[in-house]
Every structure is written in C-alpha cells, then in structure tokens.
C-alpha cells in the first residue's frame, strides 16, 4: 500500500499570503496525483488532477506540482475561501486508493 | 449539471445492516466506474469500494472486505453500498464519487453530498 503524507498538519496564514503545501508518497506514483479542498460541512471538491492540471472552474491561483515521490499545491493569493482542508490521493498503485491525512489552512 | 445524490444513512446497531444508494444524473453513469470513499467524524478521506463500468471489477478496502459489497444499475442510473456486520468504526459519512480517467490517470472528478451512518447501540 502507498502511504500518502502531508505536511504540515495545520498552516496559519493571513489573508492575500502565498502558500505552499506538501505530500509525499512512500514510493513514485508518476504524476498520479490528485488534490482535493475539503471546506466545513462540505464534500471534498476536486482542485488539481495528474499532479498539476487543474480542474474545470479552479481558479488560477491554484497550482500543483511535482512527481515521483514529492508534490505541492501552491496557492498564490490565499482568499477567504480557501481556508479549508486540502487532500492529496494517489490512483497509481491501487487498490487502494490512498489518501494523505490533510492539511488544514487556518486563518491567522 | 452532474449531480450525485446518497441516500440511506442512519443510525444502526453494532452488526447490523444499512444499504446506502447514490442516484446519479447528468452524465452516462454507465461510461464511468465509480467509488464509495467515508469520513468518520473528525477524521481524513478512505477509500472504501470500487467498482467499474458493468461492475466486472469490484475491489474493496481492507477494513470492509466481506462485510461491504457494492453493486449498480446502470438501467436505473444508481450505484449502491450494502453494509453488513457494522462496527462502531464504520461510522462515518459515506460519499459516492465518479471515477474519470483520461491523460493516462484517474481522479475523483464529482462527489455526491455524502450520506451519514452511525453505528451504535
């Protein structure tokens, strides 16, 4: 089973920051990779396909990047919106399907 | 629009049963093989089953194998979720997701608004 790890657990970032969030996988996965934001009460929405194509109606401040075993998500210019949980997954080497264990962006 | 729609979550007892549904529309559910992934309360996504297009191809997390067993009806657009043998750690919210592969990868492209089980006595 591939181990997805995110990191940090938790980033407190003020509004209009950049940031940047991390995922390893426990071996390569190509470019096998996807991000999901997850907001409160909501279901997860997919942001970033294939390691770094985003998806249909993402905003340009979303990007992804990587392959192999290290990836990222950068968000250019954090909006209120974005204060979220974000999920890296990994469809290379499945079943299963593994996810990382989140990170959540807080408001400073 | 593609919509996803679970329904028959509840409250269970420790072994008993729960079939959850998931009516899709919007797209041709039969072209796409789709998932069932949970949350429990507090807790990151897990992958639960998997299943493709004519259901030849089934798979299952560990931790319900031979307790969950998915299926479709691709005549009536839903895809399903039986739930046997519950345990408290099932307790979750259920979501169905579409499976899209394109580009020489697959991702969970759309999610249902996901269906809550609870299981306790």
């Known amino acids: 089973e591939i181990v997805m790890t995110q990191s940090p657990g938790t980033l407190s970032v003020s509004p209009g920051e950049r940031v940047t969030l991390s995922c390893r996988a426990s071996?390569?996965?190509?470019?096998?990779l996807a991000w999901y934001q997850q907001r409160p009460g909501q279901a997860p929405r997919l942001l970033i396909h294939?390691?770094?194509n985003r998806a249909t109606g993402i905003p340009a401040r979303f990007s992804g990047s990587g392959s192999g075993t290290e990836f990222t998500l950068t968000i250019s210019s954090l909006q209120s919106e974005d204060f979220a949980i974000y999920y890296c997954?990994?469809?290379?080497?499945?079943?299963?399907?593994?996810f990382g264990q989140g990170t959540r962006l807080d408001i400073k | 629009e593609v919509q996803l729609v679970e329904s028959g979550g509840g409250l269970a007892k420790p072994g008993g049963s729960v079939r959850l549904s998931c009516a899709a529309s919007g797209f041709s559910f039969s072209s796409y093989s789709m998932n069932w992934l949970r949350q429990a309360p507090g807790k990151g996504l897990e992958w639960v089953s998997f299943?493709?297009?004519?259901?030849?191809?089934?798979y299952y997390a560990e931790s319900v194998k031979g307790r969950f067993t998915v299926s479709r009806d691709n005549g009536k657009n839903s895809l399903y979720l039986q739930m046997d043998s519950l345990r408290a750690e099932d307790t979750a919210v259920y979501y169905c997701?579409?499976?899209?592969?394109?580009?020489?990868?697959?991702?969970?492209?759309?999610w249902g608004q996901g269906s809550r089980v609870t299981v306790s006595s």
């Open positions: 071996q390569s996965i190509s470019t096998d």
């Open positions: 997701a579409r499976e899209y592969c394109g580009g020489g990868t697959c991702y969970s492209d759309y």
């Open positions: 294939g390691a770094s």
């Open positions: 299943i493709s297009t004519g259901g030849s191809h089934i």
């Open positions: 997954q990994q469809f290379n080497n499945w079943p299963p399907i593994t």
